[in-house]
């Protein structure tokens, strides 16, 4: 039986965030005294996955060096971007470290506490090509929203405004085909997973919105990074 496998997407600067975490990735951003992404791997750790494939860019041997002293009982490797390839190239490279078909993919500066298992057993009932887990919040507006049918399909996206009404957004946790991405991908090597594969892809192939309802933080801005501290003291997989 092959090994569940997931990756994370951690090449990102954290350039917003630098004002409250100086010049550390924004994944090695602390959060409740802790990295964020040690809650990512925890998260994984509890579904039981086996293989974790970390995509590094900016300060790549910090990262390592932080995961590596955790002693996970999780395979971790690492996918190096030598340049920036935006996440859709990161994406692609990552992929080429995993065995599997399905392979469930999360960005490195957002938690969405949901069930891997319903997530993933929605994604193959569906024969989804790719799908989101999405998170209804009040105030959509700097997220972009995403229209999806009553069965799941994905409809329409809708761009960031200053609208505070609520919405459906991306929580960033993704199910993906490897080779249907594979077979997909743009032929420049730097290309945007959201823009140049699911918003450019979705009218045409089985894209799925599954939407969770557990706890959601981006800490990509100051405001919600200061959250995510707070919100973290008492949070259950800490």
Same mark, same amino acid.
């Given at each position: /039986? /092959?090994?569940?496998?997931a990756i994370i997407?951690?090449?990102?600067?954290?350039?917003?965030?630098?004002?409250?975490?100086?010049?550390k990735?924004?994944c090695?951003?602390?959060?409740?005294?802790k990295?964020?992404i040690?809650?990512?791997?925890k998260?994984?750790e &509890?579904?039981?996955?086996? @293989?974790?494939?970390?995509?590094?860019?900016y300060?790549?041997?910090?990262?390592? $060096?932080?995961i =590596?002293? !955790?002693n996970s009982?999780?395979? *971790?490797v %690492?996918?190096?971007?030598?340049?920036?390839?935006?996440t859709?190239?990161?994406?692609? @490279?990552? !992929?080429?470290?995993?065995?599997?078909e399905?392979?469930?993919?999360l =960005?490195?500066?957002?938690f969405?506490?949901?069930?891997? =298992?319903?997530?993933?057993f929605?994604?193959?009932?569906?024969?989804a090509d790719?799908t989101l887990?999405?998170?209804?919040v009040p105030?959509?507006?700097?997220y972009g929203?995403?229209e999806?049918s009553?069965?799941?399909?994905?409809?329409?996206?809708?761009?960031k405004n200053s609208?505070?009404?609520?919405?459906?957004?991306?929580?960033?946790?993704y199910?993906?085909?490897? &080779?249907?991405?594979l077979?997909?991908c743009?032929?420049q090597?730097?290309? $945007?997973?959201e823009k140049d *594969?699911?918003e450019?892809?979705y009218?045409?192939f089985n894209?799925r919105?599954? /939407?969770g309802r557990? %706890?959601f933080?981006?800490?990509?801005?100051?405001?919600d %990074? @200061? @959250?995510a501290?707070?919100?973290?003291?008492?949070?259950?997989?800490?």
């Amino acid at each position: /039986m /092959m090994k569940k496998e997931a990756i994370i997407l951690a090449g990102g600067i954290g350039s917003r965030l630098k004002e409250v975490t100086g010049e550390k990735p924004k994944c090695l951003a602390l959060v409740n005294e802790k990295p964020f992404i040690n809650y990512l791997i925890k998260f994984l750790e &509890n579904f039981e996955y086996e @293989k974790i494939i970390i995509s590094v860019g900016y300060q790549t041997e910090t990262i390592q $060096s932080h995961i =590596n002293s !955790l002693n996970s009982k999780v395979e *971790i490797v %690492y996918s190096k971007e030598d340049s920036p390839l935006g996440t859709g190239g990161a994406l692609k @490279k990552a !992929l080429s470290l995993c065995s599997n078909e399905q392979v469930l993919v999360l =960005n490195g500066d957002s938690f969405f506490e949901i069930d891997l =298992n319903e997530f993933s057993f929605y994604h193959d009932y569906c024969g989804a090509d790719f799908t989101l887990a999405l998170k209804d919040v009040p105030e959509s507006g700097r997220y972009g929203t995403i229209e999806i049918s009553p069965e799941g399909n994905v409809l329409r996206f809708k761009e960031k405004n200053s609208s505070n009404e609520s919405g459906l957004i991306n929580a960033g946790i993704y199910l993906v085909r490897k &080779n249907f991405y594979l077979e997909q991908c743009p032929k420049q090597e730097t290309f $945007s997973l959201e823009k140049d *594969i699911v918003e450019a892809l979705y009218s045409r192939f089985n894209f799925r919105g599954w /939407m969770g309802r557990g %706890y959601f933080i981006d800490i990509g801005i100051p405001e919600d %990074y @200061k @959250k995510a501290n707070d919100d973290f003291k008492r949070f259950a997989n800490k």
